[in-house]
């Protein structure tokens, strides 16, 4: 017999004959769409649940268990999950919450979404996804969340998978789902300053910020976002011959407005480094002090036949509220700035931009589900890019319409998106449902 008819053969055993009782599993179900892809499910001295795939293409299974819960109250799913042979555990290596009423159906989210027109029907709760955290020293993961119920919810169904996934295996131990205190809410001001500095000389054009970033701290910012290349903006000189070292001339000075004032500031500038020069974007604390900087990875011809250097990382800085990515300008016309900034945990992007369309911006905001804060040096009425705050479905809620102006927006960055039609929490679906992308199953592969 062929390789392929035992386990064509195996398949069919696994049809007709199911492999353990789900009461050998304290409770969970073994699940399959169907029985010729159901994979091996079993337990060891742990207690711990495990799926195991052959080396078929498109084998789908997971564990299944249904806790009861009271609408309206939050509940934390947790549990440890450690792999082997799995190409893309973000997408393999998934736990789905679903919520039910009594009848095992699907219930209604409580409030009409943002952006839905309200004669629409209230669409349904969608599934929440748990996310994955750091891989500790043993290999294991921790794969949690915390949830509100529907108001509508009799129970939550929780499952635990392992798919598409060929000769791979993943262990889940100690799943938890039980009721918790609400979360805090993590509410920040986020700000966009809206002026184009004379260019008078370097130390002048950031002078000109100084009433601007005073007057967002007036109006209670956390973070306040200013243009692109300040120090050097309408100044009439090369890249090479402004640029200067980070920290600096120019960090240092807007880090005692940052400290003064007790906010964050980002702001572009050119950077010298050695031989080399970039647009660079900066993020400074409440203390005065440089959190981190990004180098405009995406550069326009002009930019390029000047010399400028093109950055190659995309890092996503902790701050007291949040994390924050930033990009710079021609960024925005590319979707991959902001994906890569969204997939490595950014929930606002900070975006100096000297002109860009602003549909792009709404793009950006829209697609990767974050805050996106603009400041540019486009005239508001010249239906090009805007100075603003950017929800996570892509609205400006907040526009510097005239020179010498500031936009306030406060908004909750651990409060789920719901818009129209309701795909859900948007923002932690995506790693679990983007396709890979060129390189990705090698480097996970080099990770392990």
Known sequence: MTRNQLLSLAALMLMLHPTTRATDYQGWSLESPRGEIRPQFSTDAHGSLIITHDRREGLDGWFQKSFPVKGGDFYRFQARRQISGVALPRQSCLVRVSWQDEAGKMVHIDAPPEHTDPKLPIPSAEPEYPTDGAIDAQGWTTVGGIYKSPSKAARAIVELHLQWAPGGRVEWRGPEFAQTTPPTERKVRLAAVHHKPAGKSPRENCEEFAPLIAEAAKQRADL???????????????????????????????????????????????????????????????????????????????????????????????????????????????????????????????????????????????????????????????????????????????????????????????????????????????PRHRPPVPGELAASAAKR
């Open 224 to 430: 306040v976002v200013l243009g692109e290349t300040v120090p050097s903006a309408n100044v009439k000189a090369k890249p090479e011959e402004v640029a200067e070292t980070i920290p600096g001339p120019a960090t240092k000075y807007f880090g005692s407005l940052a400290k003064e004032h007790r906010l964050h500031i980002v702001l572009s500038l050119y950077e010298r480094d050695a031989h080399l020069i970039y647009n660079t974007a900066v993020l400074l604390g409440p203390d005065g002090a440089l959190i981190g900087k990004y180098r405009k990875v995406s550069l326009p011809p002009g930019e390029a036949a000047k010399g400028i250097a093109p950055g190659k990382d995309f890092p996503v800085f902790d701050t007291a509220f949040g994390k924050v990515g930033m990009m710079v300008c021609y960024d925005g016309f590319f979707p991959e700035v902001a994906r890569e900034l969204a997939n490595r945990g950014a929930e606002v992007i900070a975006w100096p931009v000297w002109g860009c369309n602003p549909l792009l911006a709404e793009a950006r905001a829209c697609e990767n589900h974050v805050y996106l804060v603009s400041s540019t040096f486009m005239n508001s009425d010249a239906g090009w890019m805007i100075s603003a705050v950017f929800d996570r479905g892509g609205k400006p809620i907040a526009q510097s319409g005239k020179w010498g102006t500031v936009a306030v927006a406060e908004v909750t960055l651990n409060q789920p998106y719901v818009g129209p039609y309701n795909l859900g929490d948007f923002r932690s679906m995506v």
